[in-house]
């Protein structure tokens, strides 16, 4: 029975670093929009990436997401983009200093 239990917990944790790994590195949140940084290892470093988007509920009431802002919503979408820029070229200059110390 310990074997089984064992094997089940693996094959969770298995599910969870594979979850985790499509998961974003970074998110900055304000209201409805939120903006997240999607980390890329490849062969010459990690690359990232940002999406943007914007939740609503649509007429059933269901959550959904869009890419398209409003006026209002302009100055929150390059704040949290400036948000962003800080947290990758963080994780860039991490990564240099790691590279030159290896």
Not at 32 to 42: F, L
Not at 72 to 78: G, M
């Amino acid at each position: 029975m310990a074997k089984s239990a064992s094997a089940s917990r693996s094959e969770v944790s298995e599910k969870q670093s594979e979850r985790s790994s499509n998961a974003p590195v970074f998110n900055a949140r304000h209201r409805a929009i939120k903006a997240a940084v999607w980390k890329n290892d490849t062969e010459t470093g990690a690359m990232f990436n940002t999406t943007v988007s914007r939740s609503y509920k649509d007429d059933n009431d269901q959550w959904r997401e869009s890419g398209s802002f409003g006026f209002d919503d302009v100055l929150i979408v390059a704040e949290l983009l400036r948000t962003c820029h800080g947290f990758i070229m963080r994780e860039m200059a991490k990564g240099n200093s790691e590279s030159a110390q290896g």
